[in-house]
């Protein structure tokens, strides 16, 4: 792969990744997820390895290109989507630390009476292989699913077509996510 | 303290404000990669407005956070909402640079294009055309996010623009969207705002 080619598939997980993160950074406060608010910090993580991969790529490819300062605005869109990510994991940060939070944010806490969580799926779980179309997940058990975790890639705001596999970690949000996680194969503590 | 305790601000409460100040910045990283892609300063002009309305906003949840405030310990915890405020001011500030690069004229590599074509979520343009089956309905009658999947992000109509239009909102021949979806809910409001596909929403 060229260097060019490389930093393009970086800028578009970039992208991706820093639209996810502010997405589950803002739902982490108001479902108070810690799980949620974790997910933030193992992709700003990553965001943070891609920012300095493109970087490098870019100096890289200075060499070799007619106008190298062109290469600048690609500099700047790594920039600008590590800034975007910073601050949606400083905004997911607020769920993790152990300082008590401000009652305004409980208050944006506390009135929610849907769950935001995180579910593998494990083997032999009836959701493997199954599109989101044919599971009708919104409207059989009232989940909605945010994103697919599929090893060290996200699949954000998945589609009618994505299919569920072995291994997934499913962000979910719902009334009652205890449904979701049995038809995951997660054991599921009774009440 | 009591008189205070009576005084009601509350334009809106915590929760909508909140969630406004989420969709507020959401809306505007997608209307500064917009303007990159489209080479529109107009749209980069209203990411850099956005940023006004995200400020009073933060006032809003500054004076809840001020007048909920009971004791000592609490007003401590003030930190937690500015620490909030700034980084959502942060996300705003990498939206308008990313407007700026449209504004100030920067250079750009083709890559950034192909990038923002390229992700999960994508924006289109739509131009509608007469034969198209959304002449002369509003968002909320063709319940287009929903039966499309795409966002409506912005509307230009002859030289005039509207930003993130409400339900009522009345599509006329001519008009240029601008939404954000995936790439096949994208070819498919392109299709029905050429006029080739005549009926939306099959389910």
């Known amino acids: ?99 008590e939070p401000h009652p305004i944010i409980q208050r944006i806490m506390e009135d929610t009476e849907e769950e935001l969580g995180r579910i593998t799926v494990r083997k032999g779980s009836v959701l493997i292989g199954q599109t989101l179309k044919q599971l009708k997940l919104p409207s059989k058990i009232g989940t909605r699913i945010i994103a697919i975790k599929r090893g060290t890639r996200y699949i ?19 009334s009652d996510l205890d449904r979701l996680r049995e038809l995951a194969g997660e054991e599921v503590e009774e009440e | 303290m009591e008189e205070w305790e009576e005084y009601e601000y509350k334009p809106k409460s915590v929760k909508e404000i909140f969630v406004e100040m989420k969709n507020t910045a959401e809306f505007m990283v997608d209307l500064a990669y917009s303007s990159v892609l489209f080479g529109e300063k107009e749209l980069a002009e209203e990411v850099i407005e956005l940023e006004e309305y995200l400020d009073m906003l933060n006032y809003h949840l500054m004076v809840h956070a001020v007048l909920a405030a009971r004791s000592p310990k609490e007003a401590e915890q003030i930190t937690s909402i500015l620490h909030m405020a700034h980084s959502i001011d942060d996300i705003s500030n990498a939206a308008a640079d990313l407007a700026k690069m449209i504004l100030e004229e920067v250079e750009l590599h083709p890559i950034i294009k192909q990038v923002i074509l390229e992700s999960e979520e994508v924006i289109g343009r739509f131009i509608v055309t007469p034969d198209s089956i959304l002449v002369g309905k509003t968002l909320e009658e063709l319940k287009l996010a929903s039966n499309t999947g795409v966002w409506i992000l912005a509307v230009r109509r002859g030289k005039r623009w509207l930003f993130d239009p409400d339900g009522d909102f009345k599509i006329l021949a001519g008009d240029v969207l601008i939404g954000r979806g995936t790439q096949t809910s994208i070819d498919y409001l392109k299709e029905i705002a050429r006029g080739v596909i005549k009926v939306i929403g099959n389910e």
């Open chain 1, 1 to 99: 792969m060229s260097e060019l080619e490389e930093i393009k598939s970086c800028l578009i997980e970039m992208k991706d990744i820093s639209s996810l993160m502010v997405d589950l950074a803002f739902s982490s406060v108001m479902y108070n997820s810690e799980d949620i608010a974790e997910e933030v910090y193992l992709l700003e993580e990553r965001m943070d390895e891609l920012t300095l991969k493109v970087k490098k790529l870019a100096l890289k490819a200075a060499k070799e290109e007619e106008k190298p300062t062109k290469l600048l605005s690609i500099i700047e869109m790594a920039s600008i989507n590590e800034a975007i990510s910073d601050a949606a994991y400083k905004i997911a940060d607020l769920v993790l630390r152990d300082v």
């Open chain 1, 156 to 174: 954000y705001n998945p589609g009618k077509d994505d299919t569920i596999e072995e291994g997934d970690v499913l962000i979910a949000v719902g």
